[in-house]
């Protein structure tokens, strides 16, 4: 009996199926993977990349079988290596070059089961635009059935390398532009059914910003649900046309792209929410950038009563958002491990958003020095934000603090529902002075309660009505908050 053995070279990666003789063994067991429905497998094969597809096809006919299924190709992603070919080059050696015969025989094959396609960033430009170029091409030809693929794509997601220096201190940011953004507005004009676009990292000239959105109003200012403009622009300059699309329902944007004018557009659409990011790409000088006027909050308020801000921070920068005076804020997140929670933050969205708030918090690990005596940490600060907030519902925390806040916290905060904590960070300590608000019985609960984690997490979750846990740094890097999500 033949058995198939894989052949792998130096590298450990699987080259060719060789098969060798077998004794037969009449009491064998075999697996029955071959039988799993195509539900599954088509489940299973879109997490697999386009090379570990190719293996698991030739495993066995069921497999194969599954290879061709629709949904294994609904998401299509595009990264440096992906349908190209090796070619030496006298100057810069082998390089890896589009292989413009496979990726014709990819898009022919399964380009009409392509609904969504992601651009990761890519520094071989040359092989982005020709695969742009001949996606544009397949999307305009309407002669065979099999070869139409614009009407079927539903989102797009583009993200341009613009950092591309090897270290920090040498860090240039660079934008796009020329014949490659010429490719994305064609293509992105042959999509007429988007739902989802996602345009990150551009940085382009205000001249060339102009223009970037015309062909996507034409054709979806009705059927657009999911806009994503983070740093279109490298300076200010408002996008008047995310304001023509009348059912947007989410909008991520960066300040500097976000104008008094656009403001006033949105408030007519059925937007419902609008996510103001800052990453580690927004150009400093976003800090001179005027907020927009309490008066044109006030009015977007009036005029679209469900929308709702959120205040979001990515990146490596120790720098604050730029706050919107009046604005429908409900929720604030950091994702930046080198900013420090400071006390004019937190008294900042207290006196501008305390009737708004719903969610706040810090979501990466902290990468700088934490102090342990009480007076020099936030311990007090948070009380006073889950105190003077009454409808904070979720509050995540990063910041080294004492089991006896824990407590107070979730007593505190009327409507606290949903409360992150990293164990790491929590010091097993009453350190809070006795209040005369304070009767002497809840003293001593607080003093008992704080003695140990066990005790701490029993009274929590006896607060909160669920079994509370800490997180351990892994679990608390790993959370996601839906912002998304009213429990109002």
Request: proline share 3%; glycine share 2%.
């Amino acid at each position: 009996m033949l058995k198939a053995v894989w052949k792998v070279d130096e590298n450990e990666e699987a080259v060719y199926i060789d098969c060798e003789e077998e004794e037969n063994d009449d009491d064998a067991e075999y697996s029955q993977w071959c039988n799993l429905p195509d539900l599954l497998l088509e489940e299973i094969f879109s997490y697999l990349t386009m090379r570990e597809r190719y293996y698991a096809s030739m495993v066995c006919r069921s497999w194969y079988r599954a290879f061709h299924l629709p949904n294994v190709w609904s998401t299509f992603v595009l990264e440096d290596n992906t349908l190209t070919r090796r070619k030496f080059n006298y100057y810069y050696g082998w390089q890896h070059v589009l292989d413009h015969l496979r990726t014709h025989m990819c898009l022919q094959s399964i380009g009409r089961n392509i609904r969504h396609l992601v651009f990761e960033p890519m520094l071989n430009f040359y092989n982005l635009y020709e695969f742009i170029k001949m996606l544009s091409y397949f999307a305009e030809s309407h002669d065979h059935e099999k070869l139409v693929i614009g009407p079927k794509i539903r989102s797009l997601k583009f993200t341009f390398p613009c950092h591309m220096a090897a270290q920090e201190e040498q860090a240039q940011v660079y934008g796009t532009g020329g014949r490659l953004l010429e490719a994305i507005k064609e293509l992105l004009g042959n999509l007429g059914s988007l739902r989802r676009l996602e345009l990150v990292d551009l940085m382009l000239e205000r001249s060339e910003a102009q223009h970037l959105l015309d062909e996507v109003c034409s054709l979806c200012y009705l059927t657009l649900h999911y806009l994503i403009v983070v740093n279109t622009t490298k300076m200010e300059y408002q996008l008047l046309h995310v304001g023509v699309f009348l059912n947007l329902k989410v909008l991520v944007i960066s300040p500097q792209n976000l104008g008094e004018d656009l403001v006033q557009l949105l408030s007519y659409t059925a937007l419902r929410h609008l996510h103001i990011v800052q990453n580690r790409y927004t150009p400093n000088e976003v800090v001179l950038i005027k907020p927009i006027s309490a008066r044109i909050w006030r009015q977007c308020r009036e005029n679209n009563p469900q929308l709702s801000v959120h205040f979001e921070m990515d990146g490596v920068r120790n720098r604050d958002v730029t706050w919107q005076q009046n604005a429908p804020v409900r929720s604030i997140m950091y994702d930046c491990p080198h900013f420090k929670l400071l006390s004019e933050s937190i008294l900042t969205a207290i006196d501008l958003y305390r009737a708004d708030l719903w969610v706040y918090g810090h979501q990466s690990l902290p990468r700088y020095h934490q102090p342990e005596s009480f007076h020099e940490r936030v311990d007090s600060l948070l009380l006073l934000l889950c105190r003077q907030c009454p409808y904070l519902h979720t509050l995540v925390i990063c910041e080294r603090i004492s089991t006896s806040t824990v407590l107070l916290i979730a007593r505190s905060a009327s409507n606290l529902r949903y409360l992150y904590v990293r164990r790491n960070a929590v010091i097993l300590e009453c350190d809070w002075p006795w209040s005369p608000e304070w009767s002497p019985e809840f003293y001593q609960w607080l003093r008992s309660s704080s003695r140990s984690y066990e005790a701490t997490e029993k009274e929590v979750s006896q607060i909160l009505g669920y079994s509370w846990t800490m997180l351990s740094d892994r679990q608390f890097k790993l959370t996601r908050i839906d912002l998304h999500r009213s429990v109002y």
